[in-house]
């Protein structure tokens, strides 16, 4: 909508003209509307195929009665699970509605109009619409090999940074950083310079290096690690993330944290799945199969990707992905088209079971052979 046609731009907050909405992957359920099918497959959001395990779907169906109460504003069974989990106080946490709503939560409280963030070229598209929400200007690294090249990242960085942002692993490439140059990077930056490293795919990592930083909030003070409970644990529907940090962190983030934020569903239902080892474990290891699966059928089809260490790849078209992306659509396979993202040639997949998985290859390979 243009300028001329909505009048309520110019009294909006004058960085709002420049936002463009967040493109989520398409629901399944308008999909099957359109083609009049009812077996439609999506692998676009990169959510656990699984969904919730049997500790999350009991506590959910035990609160059912206690509909009619708000729930915990303080959140405080989740909050000791928490705490639990990672051996932090649970002073550390700060809950949100998605680990999105933390990273709202973050843009909210430290960036304003005159400072800035920086993230990197292909990070998660949420950084540059909360900074921009924010009224704050985004500066943004280049990428090496599709990964965060933290050089570029620390050369971003003047006085006026508030916020760095990082994803490891990355959406919506799966590229990583290992503990060490990450370390650097963090002990490099202005001790007042907030990081957040967004862990939203921890669970599936399994190289060695690879960090935890939730052990890392006692070195870096400034450190704002996030996690959710949207991908491994199988609950994207609730809505349920959280941030670890300094409790003077977190004290700041819960003064603009709203009091409800986090529903009683997703509490219970989250404090339950931390718990759920053998769940992650089985999602893991369904993902991982998965990746194969892809991968294998990617070679066999000489198309290359992006290696990644998430629930999802990212495959090189070498040619614009929209007209590949329509044919997938026609056959009923959702996956995410990443133009907005500046790569045009390149489609991400969810993994999904291992017949959806074979569902979306035997699409792939038809529209490529037409
Ligand atoms: C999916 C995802 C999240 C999680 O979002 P929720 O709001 O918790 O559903 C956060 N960061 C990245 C990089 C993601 O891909």
Not at 24 to 29: C, D, S, T, V
Not at 208 to 214: E, L, V
Not at 255 to 274: D, E, G, H, M
Not at 348 to 363: C, K
């Amino acid at each position: 909508m243009s300028q001329a046609d909505n009048p309520f731009l110019a009294v909006a907050a004058p960085w709002i003209a420049g936002l463009t909405p967040y493109v989520p992957g398409k629901p399944i359920p308008e999909l099957e509307r359109e083609l009049g099918i009812c077996d439609a497959v999506k692998l676009a959001s990169n959510e656990n195929p699984l969904g919730p395990g049997p500790r999350a779907r009991a506590a959910i169906m035990a609160l059912l009665d206690d509909l009619g109460r708000y729930p915990d504003g303080g959140g405080f069974d989740l909050r000791r699970a928490l705490a639990d989990f990672h051996h932090v106080s649970p002073t550390a946490i700060t809950l949100g509605n998605g680990s999105n709503d933390v990273l709202d939560l973050v843009a909210r409280t430290f960036l304003h109009p005159g400072v800035e963030s920086a993230f990197s070229e292909y990070a998660f598209a949420v950084y540059p619409i909360s900074t921009q929400a924010a009224g704050a200007t985004a500066r943004l690294a280049k990428a090496h090999d599709y990964g965060h090249d933290l050089d570029a990242m620390s050369n971003l960085v003047t006085d006026q940074t508030r916020v760095v942002w990082i994803a490891n692993p990355n959406n919506p490439t799966g590229t990583w950083l290992s503990a060490s140059p990450l370390k650097s990077f963090l002990g490099s930056l202005p001790k007042t310079c907030v990081v957040v490293v967004d862990e939203a795919y921890t669970e599936y990592v399994a190289e060695p290096d690879f960090p935890d930083t939730t052990h890392w909030i006692e070195t870096f003070p400034n450190l704002i690690v996030t996690r959710t409970f949207a991908k491994a644990h199988g609950l994207a529907a609730l809505r349920v993330g959280y941030g670890i940090s300094d409790p003077r962190i977190a004290d700041l983030l819960n003064r603009v944290r709203q009091p409800f934020n986090v529903n009683a569903l997703a509490q219970a239902a989250a404090a339950a799945a931390i718990t759920d080892r053998e769940h992650v474990r089985a999602s893991v290891a369904l993902a991982r199969a998965g990746m194969r699966q892809l991968t294998d059928a990617f070679a066999r089809l000489e198309l290359s990707y992006i290696p990644s260490v998430g629930n999802f790849v990212t495959v090189d078209c070498k040619r614009p992905a929209a007209p590949i992306n329509e044919g997938l659509l026609h056959r009923g396979v959702i996956v995410r088209p990443l133009a907005n993202y500046g790569l045009p040639n390149h489609l991400r997949i969810s993994i999904g079971l291992e017949q959806e998985n074979d569902r979306f290859i035997a699409a792939l390979e038809d529209v490529l052979s037409i």
